[in-house]
């Protein structure tokens, strides 16, 4: 590890440093910014989440007071969707798609880092919302009746702060698509891309379609509330169901943003650590992109008790279990890729082994809960919350951290303990099913859900009960891995670039971490699993696609993070306008601000710069 | 790892399966044990449903486990390199072609029940005398406490919905400040009182509450409204068909019925100073009150839907009604005297309709 950037940077002083992470561009930088900001509100999810578990762990417990318990599970539900599972894959995204095609970088370096900031600053926004007034209360949902009620600024906070970090994923979306149509090596064909890179394409193009409705559905929110609009208040015309549609038209697809990423680490793992191509590749992208396109079509299966009439309910609850029919196609083609092949039990092999009868588990209650009658008695029961849980966590978190085992060489150039990874693995895995499965059971007893606190002689009690001890294990488990981090960062044992020794894709091909160009020359995809086909001919490394040249590079820009910041200080403004005079011109000058840094965006050149061939030619000889 | 892996399987199946086998929940909020036609048409579903999903996950889990013992490295070797296999047709369409069936086999159902359960045309129909057939049930949730009016038999309650066993009960549900949901889990089914339309569905009662634990079926509000959301519970009482009958005649019986000032009751006449302003003691009218009605509040089963039924909680909860449901609109008579607030709860108590 002697490349030059990292021998500059090891030379800087701390503010130099500090400088150079907020002006990055980088995609590397920033997938590790976006690593660093959703694993913060991952734990700080995590606390809410044992929160409400230690209030139910008995009948009539008074931990914590009603309000203060539906402000926790508001903040909780927030937290972990939008700022932490969002943006920790985001990170894996950022960190590996553009290395997954031969890219040098996203096509818009400058506005993935103004995403990443977007999502930190409304994410830091969203929370302040502790310190400053009372947190939001209404539920992740925010359903329009209560939300207007709601007493207090909470709900503007969860308005604003929302607004800014899903403008930050919009853009995010955006610049992946782009990334993965025009910055694919030569060679790189649709049909030879990574399932990682497939699913964060279709996960993209969502997210082109599904944040709008909830851009929207916030504006109305935010007018209601601080503009004296009445797009909800029924009484003046307005309607609470609108907000009904908008939301789950933008959170329905939501749920395969994530989901679709997580398939896609796991389309990964399950091929490397099997040492076999993925079975059934193409009918995995159909499945992938199959479900992309249903997921827009049954949002109103969260409605069914709302009152739709039984023709839109029926309509919904076929088109939701024909969803089942493409996640099954994934779930045997996984089955079959490791039939057959030489499993070796990793720690990311180990979770995606977790995952198969953990996903199944959700999966098969989301189309119990598919039939509309059925779901009558289920929606907005215990049930309901063991099925989300299955599905997200036995999904996407456990597709996070087998990408956290799996890509933390990739990114960081070191290993993270396989011990230590397997004792996570265990104290979450049974943790989870220990806190969630019993509590399809409590559903299905009648036990609502978002209660604060519950009666004795209800039959509930040790359910309950074995439902906090099991969150303990897997805060246990979540403990364990921070120690596992901070371990192998103090040990900083280097391995090369391929140190699973089985990896398939072109990112493997590369140092770990890659040099800032990525690719000292740009290179050459002969076929599925490129750097495979490379290692099965004796070659370490890649075919290159074009003699050594001189590499163009985008400068850090500093500009994302104003832009963002005069976003955010608007943000105080819109919400005290109507209390304190220092409102408005707080809402003017911050947005001012934000124009202001956009002009000069607009106006200064920046056109980058080289890194020349002999640059090139002395750090790669440097490495070797 | 392999051994340990089963052996944790093992332990954690063993002690899921004696979990559940330990009850299905209680028989008066238990979907499981349901006491009502709907309610165990929504059980079948799930019985179904149930049965075909344990299918399909005896089939992956046989794979899963069966890949997972043949194929390890540690047999193979570290130099073994398996078969790469692009995939199969046949096979791909195999696992696409079953599970379309099985969700055939499920929508036919789903789509049969929707429809069912979601009929409501008889709600309006009438007899040749032009008297309704059906009975009908226009329920107002509101913050934190339900309002059940009988608009055919000019009748209103609170708290305790009382209906006939054996024949299919209709309601019209709305809200009057945010959103709530009407579930009875035993009976059937929720649905949501919106706040801007009337939604409307049935229910059927198959089994008298008198059996029952407590007396009564438990109902439950499903949709977050608040800070005591999990605190608007209701209770529902089902009757023969003829003691129904006789339970309205006596709620009709109470027409014109009010606290006086001048009550020789002390317990009346502090009611009548402080609390007629938003509680009826009629049980005679029509939704819409400001408070819940108290026509019946002696018969009731638990103080505010959810407090143990005795003098001592209806006292407490008058003095003080924030710290038992935080959120609700009733102010706190903290400046009653304790002969007063005694004198009151003795009189509530003593407000009954049945025997």
Known sequence: ?624 | MMKGLKKWRLVTLLAALTIILSGCGEEYLSTLLPAGEVGQDQFNLLLLTTGIMILVMIVVFTIYFIALAKFRRKKFGDDHMPKDVEGSHKLELIWTAIPILLVIIMAVPTVYYTYKLGDVSAMEATDDEGNAENLVVNVTAKLYWWEFEYPEQGIVTAQELVVPTGERVYFNLISSDVKHSFWIPAIGGKLDTNVENVNKFYLTFDKESEGLEDGVFYGKCAELCGPSHALMDFKVKTLSPDDFDGWVAAMQETEGATASADSADAGEAAFAQSCIGCHAVSGVGTSGAAAPNLATYGDRNRVAGFLEHNEQNTIDWIKDPQKYKPGNLMPAFDSLSDEDLDAIADYLHGLKVEE
């Open chain 1, 1 to 624: 590890m002697t490349t030059v950037s990292n021998s500059v940077e090891q030379k800087k002083g701390f503010g130099a440093m500090l400088w150079d992470w907020l002006t990055t561009v980088d995609h590397k930088k920033i997938g590790i910014l976006y690593l660093i900001g959703g694993g913060f509100f991952f734990v700080l999810g995590g606390i809410e989440a044992m929160l409400i578990r230690f209030q139910l762990l008995i009948p009539n417990n008074d931990f914590v007071s009603a309000g203060f318990f539906n402000e926790l599970i508001t903040m909780h539900g927030t937290t972990m969707i939008f700022l932490a599972a969002m943006p920790l894959l985001f990170g894996f995204m950022n960190a590996i798609v553009p290395l997954q095609i031969g890219a040098r970088d996203v096509a818009f370096p400058f506005i993935n880092s103004l995403g990443f900031w977007m999502f930190f600053f409304g994410g830091l926004f969203l929370n302040l919302s502790w310190f400053l007034d009372a947190a939001p209360d209404a539920g992740w949902t925010s359903y329009a009746s209560l939300s207007i009620a709601s007493a207090g600024h909470g709900i503007d906070f969860y308005a604003i702060g929302l607004q800014i970090a899903g403008a930050g994923t919009l853009m995010a979306g955006i610049n992946f698509l782009v990334t993965i149509i025009n910055m694919r090596a030569p060679g790189m064909t649709y049909m030879r891309m990574p399932l990682f890179t497939w699913t964060t394409f279709v996960a993209s193009a969502l997210i082109l379609f599904a944040f709008p409705p909830l851009t929207v559905g916030i504006f109305f929110l935010t007018f209601d509330r601080m503009f004296g609009a009445n797009f909800f208040d029924h009484t003046m015309g307005g309607n609470t169901i609108i907000w009904e549609h908008i939301f789950w038209i933008f959170g329905h697809p939501e749920v395969y943003i994530l989901i679709l990423p997580a398939f896609g680490i796991f389309s990964e793992v399950f091929s490397v650590f099997a040492r076999k191509r993925l079975f059934g590749y193409s009918a995995m992208v159909f499945a992938t992109v199959l479900i992309g396109f249903l997921g827009f079509m049954v949002w109103a299966h969260h409605m069914f008790t709302v009152g739709l009439g039984p023709t839109a309910n029926a309509i919904f609850a076929v088109a939701t279990m024909a969803i089942a029919v493409p996640t099954g196609v994934k779930i045997f083609n996984w089955l079959l890729t490791i039939w057959g092949g030489s499993i070796k039990i990793t720690t990311p092999m180990l979770y995606a082994l977790g995952f198969i009868p953990s996903f199944v588990m959700g999966g098969v209650t989301g189309v119990q809960q598919g039939a509309a009658p059925l779901d009558y008695q289920l929606h907005d029961s215990y049930f309901i919350v063991a099925h989300f849980h299955y599905v997200i966590v036995g999904g996407v978190v456990l597709a996070i951290l087998a990408a956290t085992h799996y890509w933390w060489p990739k990114m960081f150039g070191t290993m993270l303990s396989e011990k230590l990874g397997k004792i996570t693995f265990w104290f979450f895995f049974i943790g989870f099913h220990m806190t969630f499965f019993l509590q399809h059971f409590l559903g299905l007893m009648g036990m609502p859900r978002r209660v604060w606190t519950y009666m004795d002689g209800q039959g509930w009690n040790l359910f309950n009960l074995i439902s906090t001890i099991g969150a303990v294990l897997m805060a246990i488990g979540v403990i364990v891995l921070i120690i596992n981090v901070i371990i192998t960062t103090a040990k900083n044992e280097r391995v090369g670039n391929d140190p699973w020794e089985d990896g398939r894709t072109l990112e493997w091909a590369i140092p770990s971490p890659p040099p800032f160009y990525n690719f000292a020359q740009t290179p050459l995809v002969r076929g599925l699993d490129s750097y495979w086909i490379e290692k099965q001919e004796g070659h370490n490394g890649y075919t290159a696609a074009e003699p050594v040249t001189d590499i163009h590079m985008p400068n850090g820009s500093i500009i994302p993070f104003f832009m963002t910041l005069g976003l955010f200080i608007a943000g105080f403004g819109a919400m005290y306008r109507l209390e304190h005079d220092w409102g408005l011109p707080v809402l003017i000058f911050g947005l001012a601000f934000t124009f202001l840094t956009m002009g000069i965006r607009s106006i200064k050149d920046d056109l980058g710069y080289y890194v020349t061939k002999d640059q090139i030619r002395r750090m790669e000889r440097g490495r070797d």
